[in-house]
């Protein structure tokens, strides 16, 4: 009897509590529609939204990165087994382009000119030290070839163990006293492509000292020869990234700046033409 007034009393409580939630939520959305239109349409705003919105892309030059190569998944299962999989060029025409390649840092380098500018001894070692400069200078630039310039750094390095066994030997060197050589100048090696590696990313003092280290034996008390040879690493890594890395995988052919240049300019910068009399 007394049930009835009491559900309707509620109910009209609650309908009217509800009303007035839902009109305070209107208000607040109405409020704010308001205020983000007032904020659009002012004048100081409306450049930034434009820019924002800009697809312009900017017009700085970046090095080109080099993408990984897509292999499959069976090409991934034999190369974690140690075996190399199918590569983008004949796995013999890049084992013929590495040794071109290590013949280049051999033969198209002139020697005497390290031993006098730097103060070197004339020996086997000192050879050694000038020769691993420029493989890792190779390795370098066909490290950015993927997996094709990564298996041709394999024959490089294997080209120079062979170099080296093969001149010691001819220096009449005996088997204990060559095989302890070998293990010294593998340590060596390692050690040196590990400090030129960061020199290289780093600054002209890290360069400096990875070369006092490494080239210099630790025995350079001349801050020109140190400077020298910084600068000549640095030109020579600038002008073998500037070749073109399929004709490397292909050819193996690379031609070094000489240690001492009169007019010495970045290979970058495009030579001015020259005009006689006539304007010819």
């Not at 750094?153 to 170099?163: K, L």
Request: proline letters at 3%.
């Amino acid at each position: 009897m007394y049930r009835r007034p009491l559900q309707a009393a509620v109910r009209t409580a609650f309908n009217v509590t509800t009303a007035r939630a839902y009109g305070k939520v209107l208000d607040q959305e109405v409020g704010l529609s308001r205020a983000l239109a007032a904020r659009v349409s002012s004048p100081c705003l409306t450049p930034c939204r434009t820019v924002h919105m800009s697809t312009q892309l900017s017009s700085v030059k970046e090095t080109p990165q080099h993408t990984e190569e897509e292999v499959g998944a069976f090409t991934k299962l034999i190369e974690a087994m140690g075996f190399t999989g199918p590569l983008k060029y004949n796995k013999w025409k890049i084992k013929i382009a590495a040794l071109r390649m290590y013949t280049c840092c051999v033969e198209r380098i002139n020697y005497d000119d390290f031993f006098e500018k730097c103060s070197l001894p004339d020996t086997l070692n000192s050879w050694f030290l000038v020769a691993q400069l420029h493989v890792w200078m190779c390795l370098v630039r066909m490290r950015q070839e993927g997996r094709a310039g990564k298996y041709m750094c394999r024959y490089i390095v294997h080209s120079m163990w062979e170099d080296v066994e093969q001149r010691s030997k001819i220096l009449g060197i005996d088997a204990i006293h060559r095989k302890e050589a070998m293990k010294a100048m593998t340590e060596t090696f390692y050690a040196a492509i590990f400090g030129y590696d960061e020199g290289i990313l780093s600054d002209d003092c890290v360069l400096a000292a990875a070369l006092w280290r490494n080239l210099f034996n630790r025995d350079c008390e001349d801050p020109r020869q140190l400077e020298l040879m910084v600068e000549y690493v640095r030109k020579q890594m600038q002008y073998i990234d500037a070749l073109d890395g399929e004709d490397l995988l292909l050819t193996g052919e690379v031609k070094w700046r000489p240690l001492v240049e009169e007019n010495a300019q970045s290979i970058l910068k495009v030579a001015r033409p020259t005009y006689n009399d006539t304007g010819l």
